[in-house]
């Protein structure tokens, strides 16, 4: 208790001066001070930051062999291979539609027929299987349907999806999907 008494009466002191300063000086030159003083404070805050980003330049960058080295794009060749290889069976189209089927149902749509389409391609030596598939359910339930018939088949592509709704009130959507299925000869 005496400390703090002590630091009371020697700072009262200073206080009586700093009032009498301000008085006689004015409010200018008391701002003009507090501006020197904060100049001061903030550059001695800055010092040190300052020479630590100094040092942070100062260091060498790193090696080009210390940075990892990103794997080389596969070339015109390896994408074809992989191209190939990704294509379904012909023979096993109708597996393919099955599974599209059962998807379907999974996704609570109601989906009755398709209309199916081989085609080939004399170019790429692959054949196109074109289903189209009149669906109808809620939104997202089709939609639900159409990403997780492009995930069990890999080598499919949706190419067109159209919607048709009755009234705006009518929670359950018509849909026409058309689904293409990228297909190989069995070796």
Known sequence: ????????????????????????????????????????????????????????????????????????????????????????????AEQQVKTLFDLAGKSNLALNQGEYKFAFDKASGVTTYQVALPVKGTYRNIWQFALEALAAVPFASLDEVSFRRDTIADPAVEARLRITLFLKEAP
């Open 1 to 92: 208790m005496k400390d703090s008494a002590m630091k009371e009466i020697q700072l009262a002191p200073l206080m009586l001066a700093l009032r009498l300063f301000a008085m006689r000086t004015g409010g200018a030159a008391c701002l003009a001070v507090a501006l020197l003083v904060a100049g001061v404070a903030t550059w001695a805050w800055l010092l040190p930051q300052q020479a630590a980003l100094r040092e942070e330049l100062a260091r060498p960058l790193p090696t080009a062999s210390a940075l990892a080295e990103a794997p080389l794009p596969p070339t015109a060749n390896e994408n074809l291979s992989l191209f190939y290889a990704t294509l379904g069976e012909k023979r096993h």
